[in-house]
């Protein structure tokens, strides 16, 4: 006998046109070859998603399921998948899955893999009861972190983690985080944990204690002081990683550099990011983009937040409610994550 209709559909939201999120009903399938089909049990809602939701993508007619911060359990497996087992635990951050086969990928350049899909954007992604994933996209969830905490460290967590490993930086060098949202405020507990002297760079005096208390040593208030000049008050940094949606608020940052400082850009604005070319040059400073990490780079991620008691500040919303979880990380008014709950 086959598995009934009813046990054969699973809930979806969908996302078609600009901002129009509808909860249906898709029919159960089996995972292609090299695949995996998990049960989502917790999803996180990233900024990311807008450009699903908004419809930024070639085909915004095509419906899409948003969400690129899954964890949930292995349900099924695809032919030709041999090192995963209905069961496990697993993750599927914004990178979907190399291929092997591309120039990147035999050069071991796995980020950069030319025929990757990206979860939620190119791809159906968490904002669902199932999800599927190419196997080599996939994340081990260690024991002792839950899913609504390991979630938004598998795009958040890991991106800020990959940022601050952007090139040579000895312990005990000072490092600065710009803005406390939501990568932030994980880059901050990373840097601490790395064993930088870390400054935290954000707006008002308000925000001083608790990015202390996230681990930064100097805080710089950039609504009162010129960030690139307090930071080179204190020496330098060897690595600034800016979070911050804004291209203009990065612009006097690359001045607070230390001899061969790197200016991280992990937070993608509207506006362009300009500087002076006199900035570069002396001190040999340089700006980088940073996009996020492989899947076994997601495990070391995973296994250095477990070490460490590096954990996100969520608000937990029920899958359900995926309307209005998007609008409150939309909104700004988010502490600091959004995620998604299968269960609740």
Known sequence: MGTPAAHRRRRSLEATGAHNLQLVERELLDPAPGQVRLRVEACGVCHTDVLAVEGLRSDPSRPLVPGHEIVGVIDAVGADVTTWQPGDPVGVGFLNGQCWECQPCRRGDFVNC?????????????????????????????????????????????????????????????????????????????????GYRVAAIARGEEKEAYARQLGAHEYIDSTSTDPGAALSALGGASVIVATASSGSSMNPLVRGLAPNGRLVVVGAAPDPLTVATPDLIFGTHSIVGSLTGSSIENEDNLAFSLAHGIRPSVEVMPFTKAPEAYERMLSGEARFRVVLDAAA
């Open 114 to 194: 030319l025929n990757q899909e990206q979860t939620g954007t190119t791809i159906d992604g968490g904002y669902a009861e199932v999800a599927y994933a190419r196997a080599s996209g996939l994340v081990r969830i260690p024991k002792g972190i839950s899913a609504i905490d390991a979630a938004p460290l598998l795009c958040a967590g890991l991106t800020t983690f990959i940022a601050l490993q952007q090139g040579p930086t000895r312990a005990g060098a000072l490092v600065a985080e710009q803005g406390i949202g939501g990568l932030g405020h994980l880059a901050l507990q990373y840097a601490r944990s790395l």
